[in-house]
Structure formats: structure tokens, C-alpha cells
């Protein structure tokens, strides 16, 4: 293993232990967001091993007047942990009912780990207007937007809301099946591609191509 990696992994687990949060889960999610760098920034400016923009960062307590801990290992995965935990809270409230977001997610057959990944990228709202619009066919233009622009080169602006959603469903759920491989691979202690992060940004069907 290499010395990043090794030093990388034993913050993470330090970080799950004092947080009482699942290490494998945690490590799916380093990886997922960044391919395991801590270091990284995007292209549309997110930063760091979990990928915090600044108005997260800010929210979470990693960027302030003089501060960004964005790229600190430690406090963005204590913070990613804090996000996962708000983002997919079990009860939703309207005006009308209560549900569980848990049991309408696992309807899709998106495992927690995904809806953790996809409330990070579209919002705790914006996700549950998707998994609910893919049931009602109904979904608000902003959330629209944001998916649209999170499929990649894929041209879907011709579908109706029930259809993209579901088809944004399936894309994701690929897309992340990808990283949790790559993700098995970090744990096994292989050192990755130095190019993998970017590879994330530039591949035909990226998101953010």
C-alpha cells in the first residue's frame, strides 16, 4: 500500500470510530466523491477528499472568515459523515403526510450508500423530488435542471419528468456501482491510477463533460 493511501486510511478509520460510522460505508464515499484524494478540486469548484462546495463547507464548519479545511482529511470526512446523516434522515414531513424516505429510496432499489452520494450532489429536496417524481411524473423545473446537468453527454432534455427520473436513476446507479468498485480496490491497498480523478471529469458520459 502506499504511504498515502495507508496514512489516508487510518484517518478514515479514526474519524468512523470516534463518529460510530460504518468505515466501509465511509471509504465508499471517499472514494466515490474524489477516487480517494484528498486534495482535489473540480472542475466546477468542489473540494477536497468529499467534495464540498463553499456553501456546504461553510454550513459544516469548513470554511469560514480565514479558514478552509476542505482538503484536512479528518475534518471533511467528520463533516461528510454530519451531511450523509442530516441528508438522509428517515422522516419527511409535508403538508398532507409523514413518510419514510428510506422505504420510497429502497422502492428504486437505491441502497443507502447511493442516496447518500445523490442528496450530496442534488440536495436533500432535490433528491426526494426525484424519487417521488419518478412515481408521480412530476418534478420541479430547478430539479430538472440539476439533473440534466448530471447526466453526463447524454442529451435526455426530451423526456418527460417520470422518464428522466428514472433514467437518472439508472444512470447513477451504474455510474456508482463503477467507484464502489474502485472503491474495493483502494481497500485492497492497491495504489490508484494517478489519472482516475480525472478521468472521473473527462470520461464521454461524466456528469460534468
Known amino acids: 500500500m502506499g504511504n498515502r493511501i495507508m496514512a489516508d486510511y487510518d484517518i478514515l478509520k479514526t474519524v468512523a470510530e470516534e ?7 465511509l471509504i465508499n464515499m471517499y472514494v466515490a466523491e474524489s477516487s480517494g484524494r484528498s486534495d482535489v478540486v473540480n472542475p466546477k469548484g468542489y473540494v477536497g477528499g468529499f467534495q464540498f462546495g463553499t456553501m456546504a463547507g461553510e454550513e459544516y464548519g469548513l470554511v ?37 424516505l428510506s422505504k420510497v429510496f429502497k422502492e428504486h432499489e437505491i441502497t443507502p450508500d447511493l442516496a447518500g452520494y ?28 440539476n439533473m440534466l446537468e448530471n447526466v453526463g453527454s447524454k442529451d435526455l432534455s426530451g423526456l418527460g ?21 474502485e472503491a474495493v480496490r483502494w481497500k485492497a491497498r492497491k495504489e490508484p491510477r494517478e489519472e482516475a480523478y480525472m478521468d472521473m471529469w473527462t470520461k464521454e458520459d461524466n456528469p460534468l463533460a
Not at 68 to 86: H, P, Q
Not at 161 to 181: H, P, Q, S, V
Open 118 to 145: 445523490l442528496t450530496h450532489q442534488q440536495g436533500r429536496f432535490g433528491f426526494i423530488d426525484i424519487i417521488t417524481g419518478a412515481k408521480s411524473g412530476n418534478i420541479s423545473a430547478e430539479t430538472r435542471k
Open 64 to 100: 469560514g472568515e480565514g479558514f478552509d479545511y476542505r482538503k484536512d482529511l479528518k475534518k471533511s470526512a467528520s463533516a461528510a459523515i454530519d451531511m450523509y446523516r442530516a441528508n438522509i434522515r428517515d422522516e419527511v414531513k409535508n403538508k398532507k403526510s409523514t413518510w419514510s
Open 161 to 181: 419528468d417520470k422518464e428522466l427520473a428514472n433514467k437518472f436513476i439508472n444512470f447513477w446507479k451504474g455510474r456508482y456501482e463503477e467507484k464502489t468498485k
Open 19 to 25: 463518529k460510530k460510522f460504518d468505515l466501509d460505508q
